[in-house]
C-alpha cells in the first residue's frame, strides 16, 4: 500500500499542519456572526417618565 | 511499470513538485476571507451561515472551556470536508487517503484533550477508566480494557478516515474499470455497471461528508470528557 511508504510522511505532515494553522483559521475566524435581526412591532414602546436630575 | 490499483493512493510527484502540497494548499482559495462589509455575496453568506451553525451544534455538549476549543474545530472540519469532497472530482488526489495526514492531525488532537484532562482535572479524567456500578471483581480487568480502548482511539481516528476514503476511491476505479472493459463485450452489463457507478459515487459523496463530520465530532467527544 503505497501510503505505508513512510518516505514522504513527514513532509505531509509538516504541511498539512502548517496549511490548517496559518491558512484556515484566519479564514473561519474572519466570518462574524450578528445577533438575529428582531422583528418592529407595530405598536410604539411604552416609555417611562425621566425622574432623575440631568446632572 | 504495471500499475496497479492502489497506485492512484501514491503521493504524487509532477515535474518534481509534490502535487499533495497543490491538493492540500488550493481548496482554500474556494473559501473567500470576509471582509467587513454589512452585505456579503451568496458564497460568503452560505460558508458564513453554515460555519455558525455546525460550531453551534458542535459546540452544544460543551462546556465554557471547551468553547475555546471552537476555532480548531471548525478549522479542521472544513479542511477535511474539503480535502474529501474535492477528491470525488475525476483525476484529483485526496491527501485524506494518506495515513500520515490523518495520524499526523488525529495523534496530536487527541493527545491534546488527554494532556488537558490530566493535567486540569487528573482525578475527573482517570475516573473515565471505570464505569460505574461495575462489580468489585471485573475492575482490575476492566481497567485495563478502557486504557486500552483510550490509547487506541487516535489510531481509530486516523485509521477510520484513511480506509473509508482509501476503500471508497478503491471502488469507485475498480467499478469504473471494470464498466470500462465490459463495454465492448457487454454493453447491457457495462450500462448496469455505470449506473451501479453513479450510486456509489454518491455514497461516497455522503461518505466524505459524514467521516469529516465523524473525525471532528469524536474529538470533541474526547474533548467533552476531559475539559
Do not use: C
Not at chain 2, 15 to 40: D, E, H, N, Q, V
Not at chain 2, 161 to 169: D, E, K, M, R, W
Amino acid at each position: 500500500m503505497p501510503q505505508l511508504n513512510p518516505a514522504p510522511w513527514l513532509a505531509i505532515l509538516t504541511f498539512s499542519w502548517l496549511i490548517f494553522l496559518t491558512v484556515i483559521p484566519p479564514k473561519i475566524l474572519a466570518h462574524s456572526f450578528p445577533n438575529e435581526p428582531t422583528p418592529h412591532s407595530t405598536k410604539a414602546p411604552k416609555t417611562d417618565p425621566w425622574m432623575w436630575p440631568w446632572h | 511499470m504495471a500499475l496497479s490499483f492502489f497506485d492512484q493512493f501514491m503521493s504524487p510527484n509532477f515535474l518534481g513538485i509534490p502535487l499533495i502540497a497543490m491538493a492540500i494548499a488550493l481548496p482554500w482559495t474556494l473559501y473567500p476571507t470576509p471582509s467587513t462589509r454589512w452585505l456579503s455575496n451568496r458564497l460568503l453568506t452560505l460558508q458564513n451561515w453554515s460555519i455558525n451553525r455546525f460550531t453551534q451544534q458542535l459546540l452544544l455538549p460543551l462546556n465554557q472551556e471547551g468553547h475555546k476549543w471552537a476555532a480548531l474545530l471548525a478549522s479542521l472540519m472544513i479542511f477535511l470536508l474539503s480535502l474529501n469532497m474535492l477528491g470525488l472530482l475525476p483525476y484529483t488526489f485526496t491527501p485524506t487517503t494518506q495515513l500520515s495526514l490523518n495520524l499526523g492531525l488525529a495523534v496530536p488532537l487527541w493527545l491534546a484533550t488527554v494532556i488537558i484532562g490530566m493535567r486540569n482535572r487528573p482525578t475527573h479524567a482517570l475516573g473515565h477508566l471505570l464505569p460505574e456500578g461495575t462489580p468489585s471483581l471485573l475492575i482490575p480487568i476492566l481497567i485495563i480494557i478502557e486504557t486500552i480502548s483510550l490509547l487506541i482511539r487516535p489510531i481509530a481516528l486516523g485509521v477510520r478516515l484513511t480506509a473509508n476514503l482509501t476503500a471508497g476511491h478503491l471502488l469507485i476505479q475498480l467499478i469504473a474499470t471494470a464498466s470500462f472493459v465490459l463495454l465492448p463485450l457487454m454493453p447491457t452489463v457495462a450500462v448496469l455497471t455505470t449506473a451501479l457507478l453513479f450510486l456509489l459515487t454518491l455514497l461516497e459523496v455522503a461518505v466524505a461528508m459524514i467521516q469529516a463530520y465523524v473525525f471532528v465530532l469524536l474529538l470533541s467527544l474526547y474533548l467533552q470528557e476531559n475539559v
